[in-house]
Nanobody, 120 residues
Framework: QVQLVESGGGSVQAGGSLRLSCVAS?????MGWFRQAPGKEREGVAC???????EYADSVKGRFTISKDNAKTTVWLQINSLKPEDTAMYYC?????????????????WGQGTQVTVSS
């Protein structure tokens, strides 16, 4: 069982930046970030697959950067040029096996989430 703890969310103005962190209790090769805005489905925004391949949702490319430490237990999400539409609860997720990175079912472990609120 892997526990995930997110941090780094907050309230910022449009154009600002945040760095989200996710600390895992064990090493996993695939870790990603999802977000869920009010009234919307949870969506994948970024993932490091098998500690090598980095994936981004089209809506965040160029603004979001995912990275992972060498110990494979911490993953960060750097969010720049924040927009009001980025407002959501952001969740860290970890997968124990293979699967398409955007599918929630790929992931075995989830954090509790960290709120990001962007004002215009």
């Amino acid at each position: 069982q892997v526990q995930l703890v997110e941090s780094g969310g907050g309230s910022v103005q449009a154009g600002g930046s945040l760095r989200l962190s996710c600390v895992a209790s064990g090493a996993t090769s695939t870790m990603g970030w999802f977000r869920q805005a009010p009234g919307k489905e949870r969506e994948g925004v970024a993932c490091i697959v098998n500690d090598r391949t980095i994936e981004y949702a089209d809506s965040v490319k160029g603004r979001f950067t995912i990275s992972k430490d060498n110990a494979k237990t911490t993953v960060w999400l750097q969010i720049n040029s924040l927009k009001p539409e980025d407002t959501a609860m952001y969740y860290c997720a970890a997968a124990a096996g293979p699967g398409y990175w955007k599918l929630e079912g790929t992931y075995n472990y989830w954090g509790q989430g960290t709120q990001v609120t962007v004002s215009s």
